[in-house]
């Protein structure tokens, strides 16, 4: 199967729908974030340095617009490889980009041994768009509890997928 890639349409959209912040932030679940949602990894908090585009960039003193840019490119080319690696049928773009846009935000393992993948690949496309409603919780004091955001995010994700 043909390898795919997020539409900038669609990262122009995420980065509008999510929001972004040139210097960093403690997200909902109080983890320490920059750009449009980039997890700040426990190297990068130590270093105090980002790798962008092969570039050493010291995130404390905030980031440029366009190294936001490469660096939600950037975040998002693992999701692509990830869904890329598990999806065996043919998908459209937009099913395509709701997809990556869920495995960059719950992660590799979980997007692997989702049912929601599973659907995809028995090629149950409206109960794929079903399955994204599940991933809308975080942790908060050990606690999975619904995250508002995540809700409306898995709405527009479904939406896009189903488009």
């Known amino acids: 199967m043909k390898?795919?890639?997020?539409?900038?349409?669609?990262?122009?959209?995420i980065r509008a729908s999510e929001g972004t912040s040139k210097t960093a932030y403690k997200d909902t679940a109080g983890k320490l974030t920059i750009g449009v949602g980039h997890l700040l990894t426990d190297r990068e908090l130590f270093d105090g340095h980002i790798i962008i585009e092969a570039r050493r960039v010291d995130w404390r003193k905030g980031l440029t617009d366009e190294e936001?840019?490469?660096?939600?490119?950037?975040?998002?080319?693992?999701?692509e490889r990830i869904v890329n690696a598990s999806v065996k049928v043919p998908v459209?773009?937009?099913?395509?980009?709701?997809?990556?846009?869920?495995?960059?935000?719950i992660g590799e393992g979980n997007f692997r041994?989702?049912?929601?993948?599973?659907?995809?690949?028995?090629?149950?496309f409206p109960g794929a768009a079903q399955q994204f409603s599940r991933w809308n919780k975080e942790t908060v004091n050990g606690q999975k509890v619904e995250n508002k955001g995540l809700t409306a995010r898995r709405r527009?994700?479904?939406n896009l997928f189903l488009a």
């Open 3 to 13: 390898k795919m890639q997020t539409s900038q349409a669609f990262l122009a959209d």
């Open 68 to 79: 936001v840019g490469a660096l939600l490119r950037q975040d998002y080319q693992n999701a």
């Open 92 to 105: 459209t773009q937009n099913q395509f980009d709701a997809m990556v846009s869920l495995a960059f935000n």
């Open 113 to 124: 041994t989702s049912t929601l993948l599973k659907q995809v690949n028995d090629s149950n």
């Open 156 to 158: 527009r994700e479904a």
